[in-house]
Every structure is written in C-alpha cells, then in structure tokens.
C-alpha cells in the first residue's frame, strides 16, 4: 500500500534551518518522481521543489533557490528537503507527493500525498 509520511517540521526563527523528510513505502523513488509542496493558511497549494525519478534531475520555485535542496536515499526509500536561511514567509505546512516518472508543476499530476508537517519561521 502506497504511503508518504512527513517528519521534520517546527518552529524555527528567521535565518534558521530545517530538514524535512518524507518517507516513502508501496512503490520505489526509481519509478516516481516525489514533490515537495506548501500551503499557508488562505493561499493555494504551491509547489516547491521536486527530484525526478531516473536521473533524479531536481526542480525548485524560485522563491526558494538557493535556499532550500531537494535530495533523495534510495536506499531508505526517503527523499529530504533541507531548508536554509528561512523567511516568515516559508510557514505553511509542507507536502510531499508522488507523480509518474517525471516532476510536474500541476498538482493534479500527483496521486498520493502525506499528511503534512508544519513549518513556522517566526522569531
């Protein structure tokens, strides 16, 4: 049975770091591209990074570039997201989710989703 489950999120002040993790069982990061997303109170969800399956080509929103990667052990079946120099404007809760093969930017692509973590950057 398909499953993602979230970890690594809190409260950390501005300029702070965290890492995410998203733990992935049912299916392999071989076959499936994994997203990461955000969705703070009132916005839509947008995505953030994403690490495609194959060549594991990573993908970023360019509010977060340079600041936030996207890495994935294939081993553990876990894909992270480390998250630098955070900003107020980076509390949501965070998302991970699965699409065939390759990363897309629609969220409509993406079958099966964690529960999310919630990440507050406030001092």
């Known amino acids: 049975q398909v499953q993602l489950v979230e970890s690594g999120g809190g409260l950390v002040q501005p300029g702070g770091s965290l890492r995410l993790s998203c733990a992935a069982s049912g299916f392999t990061l071989n076959t499936y591209a994994i997203g990461w997303f955000r969705q703070a109170p009132g916005k839509e969800r947008e995505g953030v990074s994403c690490i495609s399956s194959r060549d594991g080509s990573t993908y970023d929103a360019d509010s977060v570039k340079g600041r936030f990667t996207i890495s994935r052990d294939s081993a553990k079946n876990t894909v992270y997201l480390q998250m630098s120099s955070l900003k107020p404007e980076d509390t949501a809760v965070y998302y991970c989710?699965?699409?065939?093969?390759?990363?897309?930017?629609?969220?409509?692509?993406?079958?099966?989703w964690g529960q999310g973590t919630q990440v507050t950057v406030s001092s």
């Open positions: 989710a699965r699409t065939f093969y390759r990363c897309s930017r629609y969220v409509s692509r993406y079958d099966y």
